[in-house]
C-alpha cells in the first residue's frame, strides 16, 4: 500500500510473520528497502509493480538494511527480475550479506561454541531454502543521499542489531524506514503475538541509533516486521526498546544475585525466563543476542566478570566472587 506520497509498503508472508519491504518511488527512479526471501520478490514484490503500474526499470536500487537472510533472501531473485538493480549494503554487513554459510557460522551460530547455544537443524535447512545471495554492486557507509527526482533520501548508520544496519530517512515524507534497528520489547508474529526476543546484539551501538532516530523530524517509522508507528506510537516504540534494555540489565543482575555462583549465558537466560519475555522456551533462547550483549557491556563496565568453564562462559556479579 501506498503510506504518503512515494512512500510503498509492501507486506510478504514469512511464516507466521511478515516481512515489510518499502518502496520509495520518484521521477528519478525508485529505491527498494530489503528484498525479504526469494518469494518475497517472485511472489509479492514484483505483482505489486505490476499491480500497481510501476515501471520495474524504474527501481534503480535496492538497500539491505541488514545481513538477515529475510532482508537479503532475495537479492538474487532480484537481480534476475530486474538486471539493472544497484544492489547496496554497509560495508560491515557486506561479507554476510553475499555469503549464506558465513551467515549461518558467523552470525547464527556465534554462540555455538562458547555458549552452546544454535538454531535448530530445519531453521538453517529453511533459512538456506528461501536464500538467494549474491555480490553486493556498492557499499554505503552512511551519510549517503540518493535523489529519487522529487526529494531526496538519506542512508543512516543504525548499529546494534548487526554492526552494519542501515536505516533510510525521507525527510519530505517525515519518515524513516529503520528495518530492524529498533526492535522494541518483543517481535510479533503477524497477528501480534509474540514470536521470540527482541534480538539487538550490541547495546552502546544500539541506544546510540535510536538516539539517533529520535532525534530526526519523522513522525512516521517503519520496521520491517511490526506495524506502522505514526505519530506518538512512533516515539513510543522507539522509548520502549530503549526501556527494554534497562530492563534486561536488572534482570541479570537480579538472576546472577539470585544464583550465589556463575552461570553460563543461557542458565541464566532460562533462570529469567518471564522476566525477559512472555516466549516458550525454544522462543525464549534466543534471548541469549540481548542478554549477551548486555553481559558484555556490564563486563565493561566491572558490575560483572566472565570465566571459561571448559568451553562455556561463565558470568558471576563481581561483589559475589
Not at 22 to 39: C, F, K, N, Q
Request: charge should be negative; include cysteine; proline fraction near 6%.
Amino acid at each position: 500500500m501506498q503510506i504518503r506520497p512515494g512512500l510503498h509498503r509492501i507486506e510478504a508472508p514469512l511464516g507466521e510473520r511478515f516481512v515489510a519491504l518499502h518502496l520509495l518511488v520518484g521521477p528519478a527512479g525508485a529505491l527498494l528497502i530489503d528484498t525479504g526471501i526469494r518469494e518475497s520478490v517472485t511472489e509479492t514484490l514484483l505483482p505489486y509493480l505490476d499491480e500497481h503500474g510501476i515501471d520495474r526499470s524504474s527501481l534503480r536500487w535496492a538497500l539491505n538494511t541488514h545481513c538477515d537472510f529475510d532482508h537479503t533472501g532475495g537479492n538474487g531473485a532480484l537481480k534476475a527480475a530486474i538486471p539493472g538493480v544497484e544492489l547496496l549494503a554497509h560495508a560491515l554487513d557486506r561479507s554476510l550479506t553475499e555469503d549464506v554459510q558465513r551467515l549461518i557460522d558467523e552470525r547464527y551460530g556465534e554462540f555455538r561454541g562458547s555458549d552452546g547455544f544454535d538454531d535448530p537443524a530445519e531453521t538453517t535447512e529453511y533459512l538456506r531454502s528461501v536464500s538467494d545471495l549474491v555480490p553486493v554492486d556498492r557499499v554505503v557507509h552512511g551519510g549517503e543521499q540518493i535523489d529519487l527526482g522529487d526529494r531526496t533520501v538519506t542512508v543512516l548508520h543504525v548499529p546494534g542489531h548487526s554492526p552494519g544496519h542501515v536505516a533510510v530517512h525521507d525527510p519530505v515524507n517525515r519518515a524513516v524506514v529503520i528495518g530492524d534497528s529498533t526492535l522494541g520489547t518483543t517481535v510479533p508474529t503477524a497477528d501480534g503475538r509474540p514470536a521470540f526476543p527482541p534480538t539487538y546484539r550490541d547495546v552502546d551501538p544500539y541506544l546510540e541509533s535510536i538516539a539517533q532516530l529520535r532525534a530526526l523530524d519523522a513522525d512516521l517509522v517503519l520496521t520491517a516486521h511490526y506495524p506502522v508507528y505514526e505519530g506518538e506510537r512512533a516515539g513510543a516504540f522507539l522509548d520502549e526498546s530503549e526501556a527494554y534494555t534497562e530492563l534486561v540489565d536488572a534482570v541479570i543482575t537480579s538472576r546472577l544475585a539470585a544464583a550465589g555462583a556463575s552461570l553460563t549465558t543461557l542458565e541464566l537466560v532460562r533462570a529469567a525466563g518471564e522476566e525477559l519475555g512472555p516466549w516458550g522456551a525454544a522462543a525464549l533462547d534466543y534471548a541469549i543476542f540481548p542478554v549477551t550483549g548486555n553481559l558484555e557491556r556490564m563486563e565493561r563496565r566491572g558490575l560483572v566478570g566472565s570465566e571459561l568453564d571448559g568451553t562455556r562462559r561463565r558470568w558471576s556479579l563481581l561483589s559475589a566472587r
